[in-house]
């Protein structure tokens, strides 16, 4: 492995100790004078007493074993520290303990920092934090104060071109008002229109009808209704027709014969890079895909990118032992993946048509058996005919 991939583990490695040890100061923990070692990568299953019996092997004083919590659900961090007497045990068991299993996970072990180093540590940053949104702010406020004086010196331009023309405002003033007036007279005399009475001539008649149908042919006509006055119906628009449901799978507990479950991969990695992994391993890959998802971030919006695991589905079922070997355990960039052999999934409805079948078939072959005191053969024979072929046989 590369210097440089050693030294983005260790820094990973002493960021996590940090947070794990401020984390783990938060909580009501007793204080233990001592050597303390960081216990990363720790499984969530673990208990007190098997982390103490695998740091027995070391030898040395054993002070204290300290399991944190999360602050809310009260479930297991996936770490733990281990406080020794004697500074050479601490760094013995960190030289002799580091990258061992317990539960099935290699623990990442590493001496923890002091409460005085830690404290130093989150005031340097909680100051850089502040200095940038010092920066930010200020940089706010002035382009606040640059878009409000454009702002004003529009207005005072646009102020001063209508202080010229108020001479000509007014003389518009007055006409648009003229003319609104005339407007007005002209509506009424169009709106008095009399009705026929019994003594009217025929020209007023048919004036009274050229301003029915005027104030007709006004009113607007539904969009569904036809010029031609036909009945016939617009011309309906195709349905789209709905998208076929993906059908939803099911673990069955088989192992797939030529697919490999790949996880603990970089949320940098998309499914080019999951195939050229497998493929400069000389391992021939027919498709290779990174499963994504919604994912939530302090501080910023829900986006669409990697959960951190994906399949790969080899050409040759021959190699899957093989790629899971090469693969499990490798480093890609300052993480160390693991591999394993997938499991096929099917349709739950296929699951239960073939759970149904087997139920049918015990179902047949129970009662094809020697009938018990309690339940005569008579009854059985009536109840399912099938079974006297079965014992005849």
């Known amino acids: 492995m590369s210097t440089t991939t050693e030294t983005q583990n260790k820094n990973g490695q ?54 944190p919590t999360r602050f809310k659900s009260r479930r297991p961090a996936g770490y733990a520290f281990v406080t020794f007497k004697d500074e050479a045990d601490a760094n013995k068991a960190v030289e002799t303990l580091n990258e061992t299993e317990i539960g099935d996970r290699k623990i990442q072990l590493q001496v923890a920092r002091s409460k005085e180093e830690n404290a130093e540590r989150k005031a340097e940053i909680l100051a850089k934090r502040k200095e940038a949104a010092d920066a930010k702010r200020k940089e706010n406020a002035e382009r606040k104060a640059a878009a409000k004086a454009a702002k004003d010196a529009e207005k005072a331009q646009s102020s001063a071109q209508a202080g010229g023309d108020t001479t000509a405002v007014e003389s518009d003033k007055s006409t648009s008002k003229a003319t609104k007036s005339k407007k007005k007279k002209a509506t009424k005399t169009k709106n008095s229109g009399r009705r026929r009475g019994p003594d009217d ?58 697919t490999v479950f790949v996880a603990n991969l970089p949320f940098t990695v998309d499914d080019e890079k999951l195939a050229e992994l497998f493929s400069n391993l000389s391992i021939k890959v027919k498709s290779a895909h990174v499963i994504k998802g919604i994912r939530r971030l302090p501080g910023r919006r829900p986006f669409r990118g990697s959960k951190g695991f994906g399949f790969v589905e080899l050409e040759d079922p021959s190699q899957q032992d093989e790629a899971v070997e090469k693969i499990n355990g490798s480093n890609i960039g300052d993480r160390k993946v693991t591999a394993k052999v997938a499991q096929e999934m099917k349709p739950i409805e296929e699951i239960q048509a073939e759970q149904d079948k087997k139920d049918k078939e015990e179902a047949a072959k129970s009662g094809g058996a020697t009938p018990t005191p309690a339940e005569p053969a008579t009854s059985n024979a009536a109840a399912s005919p099938a079974p006297a072929t079965a014992t005849a046989a």
Do not use: C, M, W
């Open 201 to 258: 001539d025929d020209d007023t008649a048919v004036e009274d009808d050229k301003d029915s149908s005027k104030a007709v042919s006004k009113k607007k006509t539904p969009k569904d209704a036809r010029i031609d006055g036909g009945d016939e119906d617009k011309e309906a628009k195709p349905k789209k027709e709905p998208k076929e449901r993906k059908p939803r799978l099911q673990l069955t507990g088989e192992n797939s014969k030529n």
């Open 14 to 67: 002493d960021n996590a100790a940090v947070a794990a040890d401020s984390t783990a100061s938060t909580q009501p923990t007793p204080e233990v004078e001592g050597y303390r070692v960081y216990v990363g990568n720790l499984a969530f299953a673990a208990t007190e007493a098997e982390v103490r019996e695998h740091f027995s092997k070391v030898g040395g004083e054993i002070l204290s074993v300290i399991l």
